[in-house]
């Protein structure tokens, strides 16, 4: 399989799974060069990841910036534009405030929708759209199967930005990630 930016594969990443700065962190480096897939969201999401980081994690107004700018500039094509009268035209997702993120799934192209709220992404509406719905731990899971090497590679280098080792890394994504956490000890036993 060759990984490049150009990588057809994308992904929208829900807030939910954009908030927790180590499985952000992952997700997003498995979206660099070489690319395993393209990252997706739009400005309702970032300005929901925004709001529960200040709101749950208390992080500052710099914190979140901060985050923002890092995540847009590197990622610069992953913003979709998503308008509010095609939002409202999804009504098979029950919960308004998950309607955008469809939408931007649609819109962009996505292949899957990340998020750690399945349950809000009823499997008949998004099934019409030719949409996965996958929780982060599913979704690395299947990443981890596409090219094991690679996800180690890119785990050691979060280790490394960070000055700690891979198993540092793995025990801040076990909570969100176990089933993932756990292949990767199985594969390197």
């Not at 999804?90 to 931007?104: G, K, S, T």
């Not at 292949?111 to 349950?119: A, C, D, E, F, L």
């Not at 731990?137 to 700690?164: P, R």
Request: proline letters at 5%; one cysteine or more; aromatic letters at 8%.
């Amino acid at each position: 399989m060759i990984f490049t930016q150009e990588n057809e594969y994308s992904a929208v990443f829900d807030a939910c799974v954009l908030v927790p700065a180590s499985l952000c962190d992952t997700l997003l480096r498995l979206a660099e060069e070489p690319a395993m897939y393209r990252p997706l969201w739009s400005q309702h999401i970032i300005t929901e990841m925004a709001r529960v980081m200040e709101t749950k994690l208390h992080r500052s107004a710099e914190e979140i910036s901060h985050r923002q700018t890092q995540m847009n500039g590197a990622f610069p094509e992953a913003m979709v534009c998503v308008p509010e009268a095609f939002t409202r035209g999804l009504e098979c997702i029950p919960d308004a405030e998950d309607r955008p993120v469809l939408a931007a799934a649609i819109l962009g192209h996505a292949n899957v929708i990340v998020t750690q709220n399945t349950r809000h992404f009823p499997k008949v509406c998004i099934d019409a759209y030719g949409i996965l719905c996958q929780n982060a731990d599913d979704f690395l899971i299947h990443q981890f199967t596409l090219c094991q090497q690679l996800v180690l590679d890119k785990l050691d280098d979060q280790a490394a930005a960070i000055a700690k080792d891979r198993d540092f890394v793995m025990h801040s994504l076990r909570k969100v990630a176990p089933g993932f956490i756990q292949r990767i000890e199985e594969y390197v036993l």
